[in-house]
């Protein structure tokens, strides 16, 4: 089906579930259709904690870009960045440091769509359509080398978007060509669906996975060592490694005890 919305760029199929708008659901966003709410209701029916994940998995993003700019960072490429919601990365990091660069990348037209009109007026932050298992064609993409300059740090957001990424597509040697392209005193920065700490919340996770199998998307569980796999020795792991969403650097105000959604994150820095 083409478009039948004012607002949905042509050829966008909105007769099956999209990643994008799935999470803009998620998280309370209006860019979606019955077809991504259906889905997501009926993932949060099986796997009642899906919601806490796309919750902490928002969060865990707003404190990493904070902790970066905190860090010295100015310049941040959002790979996977989906439909703007609360929170966006630039907003975070302008909010922070005036100055900081925001590149946007995704693979679904939409987001790209709704981030630039989001983005018009801002020259510190711009969008492009773009897809993670063809890195190359973001790194040197002319839009990207005109906004960020790679021989300066720059911190590369791989965030909830790497479980998209099947063994089959090489994610590690996606991030490994990334690295290339990194000077030392970048970072990393990932987020990725891990398995449950219970037998029965892992069972409730099969059920959620295999929904996804029938969307263009699949989702692949990794677990804390898979994860850390994936970033190879260009990288060194900010304290405190891969860990549960809620426990990366809590803001001093949340809850002392929070719950541990099976969102695994780490920060890395390139050597
Ligand atoms: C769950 S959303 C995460 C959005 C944001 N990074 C966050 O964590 O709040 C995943 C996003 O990854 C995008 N995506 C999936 N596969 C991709 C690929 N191969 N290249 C670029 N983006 C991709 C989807 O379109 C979607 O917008």
Avoid: C
Wanted: glycine fraction near 8%; avoid cysteine.
């Amino acid at each position: 089906m083409t478009q039948s919305f004012g607002w949905v760029p042509e050829g966008v199929d909105v007769t099956v579930p999209d990643a994008s708008r799935v999470y803009d659901y998620a998280l309370g966003g209006v860019h979606n259709f019955k077809v991504d709410r259906e889905f997501w209701d009926r993932a949060e029916r099986v796997m009642p904690s899906a919601g806490l994940i796309a919750r902490a998995n928002r969060a865990f993003l707003g404190r990493a870009v904070r902790w970066l700019v905190d860090a010295g960072i100015t310049q941040f490429l959002d790979i996977g960045s989906g439909i703007p919601t609360l929170g966006n990365v630039h907003e975070v990091a302008q909010d922070a440091d005036p100055a900081a660069r925001v590149m946007y990348v995704d693979i679904d037209p939409i987001a790209v769509q709704q981030s630039r009109s989001l983005l018009s007026g801002n020259p510190g932050a711009a969008v492009i359509e773009g897809d993670l298992r063809r890195p190359a064609q973001i790194l040197y993409h002319p839009e990207v080398l005109e906004l960020l300059d790679f021989s300066e740090p720059v911190a590369v957001l791989t965030v909830a978007v790497l479980h998209f990424i099947p063994d089959s597509a090489g994610p590690a040697s996606i991030l490994s060509k990334i690295g290339d392209a990194l000077v030392s005193g970048s970072y990393l920065v990932v987020s990725h669906v891990g398995p449950d700490s219970t037998p029965a919340g892992r069972q409730a996770q099969q059920q959620a996975v295999k929904l996804y199998e029938n969307t263009p998307t699949p989702v692949i569980l990794r677990d804390a060592e898979e994860v850390a796999a994936l970033l190879g020795p260009a990288f060194e792991l900010v304290d405190p490694g891969v860990v549960s969403a809620t426990d990366w650097h809590p803001d001093p105000e949340e809850a002392e005890d929070p719950p541990q959604p099976a969102a695994l994150v780490v920060l890395a820095r390139k050597r």
